[in-house]
């Protein structure tokens, strides 16, 4: 098989910051701020009046982005 027949697909990250955005869920995840940061206004809204799904909802999105399947507004994964 020769490198024409072959394809590589890159995977697009996002231009959010991998370090900000955990930083965010760290420390403001109650109020949202890294969903507001990524792009996702509505559930950023729904966190803020929600205080983060009383800290199980920020606790959940902090897994996701240390594990790299937190995604931005457009579906792009966060740069790690």
């Given at each position: 098989?020769?490198m024409?027949?072959?394809?590589?697909?890159?995977?697009?990250?996002?231009?959010?910051?991998?370090?900000?955005?955990?930083?965010?869920?760290?420390?403001?995840?109650?109020?949202?701020?890294?969903?507001f940061?990524?792009?996702?206004?509505?559930?950023?809204?729904?966190?803020?009046?929600?205080?983060?799904?009383?800290?199980?909802?920020?606790?959940?999105?902090?897994?996701?982005?240390?594990?790299?399947?937190?995604?931005?507004?457009?579906?792009?994964?966060?740069?790690?």
């Amino acid at each position: 098989m020769t490198m024409e027949n072959q394809t590589f697909q890159t995977e697009q990250k996002s231009d959010k910051g991998f370090v900000p955005m955990i930083l965010f869920c760290l420390f403001l995840g109650a109020f949202g701020v890294h969903r507001f940061y990524a792009g996702k206004i509505v559930t950023g809204i729904v966190m803020l009046l929600t205080l983060g799904g009383l800290g199980i909802w920020s606790f959940i999105d902090l897994i996701m982005i240390v594990t790299g399947n937190f995604k931005d507004k457009n579906g792009l994964t966060i740069k790690n």
